[in-house]
């Protein structure tokens, strides 16, 4: 203004004296204009101050007293006292719906339907409070009184009532509190999680404590966006956990999830989705109720229900919301689901209906721990219009009860008139009417309004000097600040008639403790919530839910709800591209692992010593294997090796005692003694590869078996040597005479046995053989065998043995046309022939067999192998020496001698 004025005198000095007469009268006039606006707003002050004054406001305004337009305050109830405590409840449940063109003011929401339930944490309400004003105990001295306010589960009434309560009064201003009485201490509410989360938006801006009895939801734990907020009641977190553990207790892995479309169905049904994922099972569908609509969206909701496969289906709702979606539910006769219910319904009177039983008969979920009120149900049967001729929700109430209609009193409600046509004529006894009293959520308004009390009572006991705030002061409760009393609440710790201990934490969220509750049948014919169990957040986990499943009764035989049939044992899941983990089909375990558990994700290998079942579902101890000596072959085996040492000792025997006869004597008589004692200990060496394999024996039983017929087989080559040197010998003029004798024979047995020595030890030495389980070859057995440590040491061993036995069969077939008397050619012939059939046998039977039969396969060659020398070297020899003395005498040899030495005349 200023400006505009300098730049008007700038303007005025340029025109001359008479544009200056012209600008000091314009000057004087708007001086005087402004004189008497100075008055005017005096007035104006002075006139908001009166009127405030009268109103006992606590500010005024200096912008002509404008406030926000309103309608009437209607559904309320209130008391006055020292201390004023608010509660908001959801008296009624519904509300007309109205067609809003903006041509015409708004009318203003109608609500209807008064629900039974929530008329009583209403009277839960007021029965703490006047226990309270009736202890002498407990804030004496001090009345407390009460704003009730019915939020109908609108939001805009939740703010509407918080707004009124703040202000005091009506109309409801904002920033304003016009009471006449009282000091607004703070609010218990609300129901509704939205509507807690709007009034905790309001509340926390001045401070004001709430405590709500029924909201759930977790974003209200967040301390800094709602430093105000408490609430009795455990928050979602805990809950959404525990309904995700009944889903897996009862093998449920398909579940359809639905909610209201409210924070606390969304936000929950979000965190519930969360937690059945994260256990291992699957969400089907997510459907959401529509409450802004008239029958809240539920047809869509039914035929998603009816399409789906799954056969459970969690609803995260209010009672009120979930009603449209059960009468249609009812109407269509959908039944044989099994229905998941939240705290929020789980107990619910409203739902509580015959024409419902079809549908939710069998309904399990969790329900607010049961309390103790003592009083209360006789507060409540004590109820009668004339008592209270204020409470018009109790006129209300009264009329729902007995269907009866109050035609003295012109009753209405929220502009609803009863349409019953009953005559309710006060006589009647609400003690017959009043069984089913929820004591759950009663409950926690109970400790909600007495959280209050212990807080007031321990700011009254606060000492000056040693208070909590700034210099050690102390609240006084004729001034008090919300903030002060918050304080106290944040601090509260006490214990309720029935020994429940009441605290906040950290997040003003209370211990979470619930009942699971069951549907069914009760003996008069009516639906009831029977306790089943019981779950603990305080407990560890893994131990927080028990449920007595004998207590059950559901509305189908064995509910499943299933994407896919369970696999069976032996069998785990594959998942189907495109499709959900928990739609699969089923595949058989491979060889040599199990599943022993239904619907098992991966297979499981055995334990080295054990081994699956022809149904792949168990694990079973191996069999084990060895060549032992109670089984029958190993019993015919050590027979046989032992029968068969005993005749080489037999016939060692024969040329002992036969040791001058000519046929004795004529085949170096101290060889084929050695030789039998070697084929001895060949039969013998056996015996080594029959029982337990122990380390000792796997060290000894290849090296004794190679050692006895090295020298078995040098003794043979040593003889077929020694026929070869003493035929040749006799030619004349010849240098081999100087070779005959004993020394050769030894010599050269020696030299084979050292040979075959130093190969063992070698072999002992670097890779020794060592005992083995073998459990990767036949199915459900394990070998217990030598492995022989380094196998290339093995068949060196057994090829030297092969070579021995290969030089002594060519010498022997280059020697076989001497003189028949004095030459065991043919025979040494035969025996090596044989013995080099068995091994070259024995090769590729070792690789087709295993286990015990390898061993037993390897004792054969042993023996067969002992067999052809003992046979074709001396048994000839022993039969002409027992059974045909008259061929053992030099007349004869001598003869035979001189036959084929005149035959190979003619015979080169």
């Not at 009736?134 to 707004?163: M, S």
């Not at 101290?670 to 060949?682: D, H, M, N, V």
Request: net charge neutral; hydrophobic share 40%.
């Amino acid at each position: 203004m200023n400006e505009k004025v300098k730049g008007i005198k700038k303007e005025e000095k340029g025109k001359g004296e008479k544009g200056k007469e012209k600008w000091k009268r314009e000057e004087r006039g708007r001086e005087r204009k402004g004189l008497y606006k100075i008055p005017y707003l005096l007035i104006c002050e002075v006139w908001l101050l009166y009127i405030c004054a009268m109103q006992r406001c606590d500010g005024v305004t200096s912008t002509g007293g404008c406030h926000i337009p309103g309608g009437n305050i209607s559904g309320y109830l209130d008391q006055f006292g020292d201390l004023v405590i608010g509660g908001t409840f959801p008296i009624h449940v519904k509300r007309i719906y109205s067609e809003t063109d903006f041509t015409s003011k708004p009318e203003d929401l109608k609500c209807q339907l008064l629900e039974a339930r929530s008329y009583q944490m209403m009277q839960a309400f007021v029965f703490t409070l006047e226990e309270i004003n009736k202890n002498p105990d407990l804030l004496p001295n001090i009345t407390l009184g009460f704003q009730i306010y019915d939020t109908c589960t609108v939001v805009r009434r939740a703010a509407e009532g918080t707004l009124w309560m703040l202000s005091g009064g009506e109309p409801s201003v904002p920033n304003y509190h016009c009471g006449e009485e009282g000091t607004l201490a703070g609010i218990v509410g609300d129901s509704g999680s939205t509507c807690s989360i709007l009034m905790a938006e309001i509340l926390s801006l001045y401070r004001y404590p709430q405590i709500s009895y029924f909201s759930t939801i977790p974003l209200l734990s967040n301390r800094n966006l709602f430093p105000s907020f408490f609430r009795t009641v455990p928050s979602d977190t805990f809950q959404t956990r525990g309904l995700a553990e009944i889903i897996l207790y009862f093998g449920w892995t398909w579940v359809g999830l639905l909610a209201s479309d409210n924070d606390y169905g969304q936000l929950g049904i979000q965190v519930v989705k969360q937690e059945i994922v994260q256990a291992g099972a699957c969400v089907a569908f997510i459907e959401t109720i529509m409450t802004g609509q008239p029958n809240s969206g539920a047809p869509r909701i039914i035929n998603v229900i009816k399409d789906s496969l799954a056969k459970v289906v969690l609803v995260l709702s209010s009672d009120s919301d979930f009603m449209p979606v059960v009468e249609e539910l009812a109407r269509q006769n959908i039944t044989g689901k099994i229905w998941i219910a939240s705290e929020s319904w789980s107990t619910s009177i409203l739902l509580n209906k015959e024409k419902f039983q079809p549908v939710l008969m069998g309904t399990i979920g969790f329900a607010i721990h049961w309390g103790q009120m003592p009083g209360f149900v006789e507060h409540l049967n004590n109820l009668h219009p004339s008592k209270f001729p204020t409470d018009h929700f109790l006129l209300e109430f009264w009329e729902k009860t007995f269907s009866c209609k109050w035609t003295n009193l012109h009753t209405r409600v929220d502009g609803i008139l009863n349409q019953t046509n009953n005559e309710c004529i006060g006589d009647e006894k609400l003690e017959n009417a009043m069984t089913n009293v929820d004591l759950r959520i009663t409950f926690n308004v109970y400790t909600a309004v007495y959280t209050f009390a212990w807080a007031i009572q321990n700011l009254l006991q606060c000492v000056p000097g040693k208070g909590p705030f700034l210099n050690g002061t102390c609240a006084n409760i004729s001034s008090l600040h919300p903030w002060q009393l918050l304080h106290y609440i944040k601090i509260v710790d006490f214990e309720t008639k029935d020994k429940n201990h009441i605290f906040f934490d950290d997040k003003g969220d209370p211990p979470a403790l619930y009942d699971i509750v069951n549907w069914q049948l009760s003996s008069t014919g009516s639906m009831e919530q029977k306790i089943v169990g019981r779950y603990d957040s305080s407990l560890p986990e893994g131990t927080r839910m028990k449920i007595n499943n004998a207590d059950i009764v559901w509305s189908t035989e064995t509910p499943q709800s299933k994407c896919s049939p369970s696999c069976p044992l032996g069998s785990r899941k594959a998942t189907i591209p495109g499709k959900p983990r928990c739609c699969f089909k089923c595949i058989q375990c491979p060889k040599g692992e199990i599943a022993n558990v239904t619907d098992a994700v991966d297979c499981q290998k055995c334990s080295w010593d054990t081994w699956p079942n022809t149904q792949q579902d168990m694990c079973l101890p191996r069999i084990i294997e060895f060549l032992s000596y109670n089984e029958s072959m190993g019993i015919s085996l050590a027979t046989l090796s032992i029968v068969s040492s005993l005749i080489p000792i037999g016939a060692l025997r024969i040329f002992i005692h036969y040791n001058t006869t000519p046929i004795v004597r004529a085949n170096n008589w101290s060889l084929s003694c050695l030789l039998l004692i070697a084929l001895f200990f060949c039969f013998l060496s056996s015996l080594a590869f029959i029982g337990y394999p122990d380390s000792e024996k796997c060290l000894l039983r290849q090296v004794a078996f190679g050692l006895a017929f090295t020298l078995c087989i040098s003794c043979v080559l040593a003889k077929t040597i020694t026929v070869v040197i003493a035929f040749k010998a006799t030619k004349p003029g010849t240098r081999l005479r100087r070779w005959t004798g004993g020394k050769l024979s030894y010599s050269v047995i020696v030299i084979c046995v050292l040979i075959q020595i130093s190969i063992c030890l070698t072999w002992l030495f670097y890779s020794p053989p060592f005992p083995e389980n073998d459990t990767q070859t036949p199915s459900g057995v394990i070998i217990l065998n030598c492995n022989e440590g380094s196998p290339f040491a093995f068949w060196v061993m057994l090829g030297y043995l092969g070579l021995l036995a290969t030089v002594s069969f060519i010498v022997a077939f280059l020697a076989r046309r001497l003189p028949d008397s004095f030459n065991e050619a043919k025979y040494i012939t035969f025996s090596m022939l044989a013995f080099l059939c068995v091994w070259i046998s024995f090769i590729p039977a070792t690789l087709s067999s295993r286990g015990k039969y390898t061993v037993a396969m390897e004792i054969f060659a042993i023996l067969s192998s002992s067999w052809a020398i003992v046979v074709c070297i001396f048994l000839p020899k022993c039969f002409i020496i027992l059974f045909r003395p008259h061929l053992n005498v030099r007349q004869n040899l001598i003869r035979k001698v001189f036959d084929q030495s005149r035959t190979s005349e003619f015979y080169p």
